[in-house]
């Protein structure tokens, strides 16, 4: 399984970035996808996640009306759309991929595989 990122980019307060993250060398509809960042010199911390079928989300506080994360499993591709994007919004985003149904929470070592990240810096 291989996780690709992409959509990352520079953009001023208030804009609005959609991230995708698209796997291949398997199916991603069997497993829950999380969305992760890393700002420089702080800790990988969790964003969003979804369980397999899509039907159930989970955000962290600090993003919560702002993020929205879907997934298209015909497409094998997870998406984070992030508007009202605020500086401390900077960081590398990164996808991961849970080996089971449901959204486990945001501890990193409950993810399997990491997609290499993409960075998005929100400028004041």
């Known amino acids: 399984l291989q996780l690709v990122e992409s959509g990352g980019g520079l953009v001023q307060s208030g804009g609005s970035l959609r991230l995708s993250c698209a796997a291949s060398?398997?199916?991603?509809?069997?497993?829950?996808i999380g969305w992760f960042r890393q700002a420089p010199g702080k800790e990988r911390e969790g964003v969003s996640c979804?369980?397999?079928?899509?039907?159930?989300?989970d955000y962290a506080d600090s993003v919560k009306g702002r993020f929205t994360i879907s997934r298209d499993n015909a497409k094998n591709t997870a998406y984070l759309q992030m508007n009202s994007l605020k500086p401390e919004d900077t960081a590398v985003y990164y996808c991961?991929?849970?080996?089971?149904?449901?959204?486990?929470?945001?501890?990193?070592?409950?993810?399997?595989?990491w997609g290499q990240g993409t960075q998005v810096t929100v400028s004041s």
């Open positions: 991961a991929v849970d080996y089971g149904h449901y959204c486990s929470g945001f501890a990193v070592y409950e993810y399997d595989y």
């Open positions: 060398g398997s199916n991603l509809d069997r497993y829950a």
């Open positions: 979804i369980s397999s079928s899509g039907s159930n989300t």
